[in-house]
């Protein structure tokens, strides 16, 4: 959006120079003297009437590419915020406190719960009691480091189950420049099950070897 204002003040401020021009010709045509107005010969009422046209040309050409740069904005806004909900990552935006500012559909699918329901609510307590330590730990080196920071910890949807999930943070100015965190999830639990079997078929091996010998 800031970005777009600033677009917006320069189309503005060209276009608000030569409506003024425009304005203080017509002054001077207006604020003259009943003399001074008749002694002025065909030719400089020519040029003043084309002096006009032309400014009145160039603010309906500034007008239009106001309206054209306004429309861009307006669909490269649609776009963003599509490719945002629709993204295959959950994305949360934390506030300086840790209560969710704003999140995708992706995240709100993941965690079972309504978008509008998330808002305002603290990220920590979407996190199982038993991992809550491990986000406070990481959530500190971020706030203190500045550098992102990437686990894994357990969470619950809204209906109570869990599922394990990846998490990577990083931290920035927000717009009115306090501190934000925003926040990717995605779903691990398959990964977790499959490193966990996995774990567990070669424990089952080693005990086999160390029978054997």
């Keep these: 959006m800031k970005n777009g204002s600033s677009q917006s003040e320069s189309i503005g401020k060209p276009a608000r120079g030569l409506r003024q021009r425009a304005e203080d010709i017509v002054s001077r045509i207006e604020g003259g003297s009943p ?42 806004r649609a776009r963003y915020q599509d490719l945002y909900d629709l993204a295959p990552v959950g994305y949360c935006t934390l506030s300086e406190a840790g209560l969710i500012r704003e999140t995708n559909l992706t995240a709100a699918r993941l965690l079972g719960v309504n978008r509008s329901a998330l808002i305002g609510r603290p990220f920590s307590r979407l996190i199982v009691k038993e991992n809550q330590d491990v986000h406070y ?58 490193d966990e079997a996995l774990r567990e078929s070669q424990q089952r091996a080693l005990a086999l070897v160390e029978e054997l010998q």
């Excluded at 065909?42 to 054209?68: A, F």
């Excluded at 500190?140 to 990437?150: M, S």
Aim: charged share 30%.
């Design 137 to 194: 730990l990481h959530r500190r080196r971020l706030i203190e480091t500045g550098q992102p920071q990437a686990y894994v910890l357990q969470m619950m949807k809204g209906d109570g189950t869990t599922f394990w999930a990846d998490i990577t943070a990083i931290t920035l100015l927000g717009g009115d420049g306090t501190p934000i965190s925003r926040v990717a999830l995605c779903d691990a639990t398959l990964r977790r099950l499959k």
């Design 35 to 76: 003399r001074d107005v008749a002694v002025m010969s065909l030719q400089e009422t020519k040029e003043k009437l084309h002096e006009l046209l032309v400014h009145q040309i160039e603010l309906e050409m500034q007008n239009d590419e106001l309206r054209r740069t306004r429309t861009e904005l307006e669909d490269a």
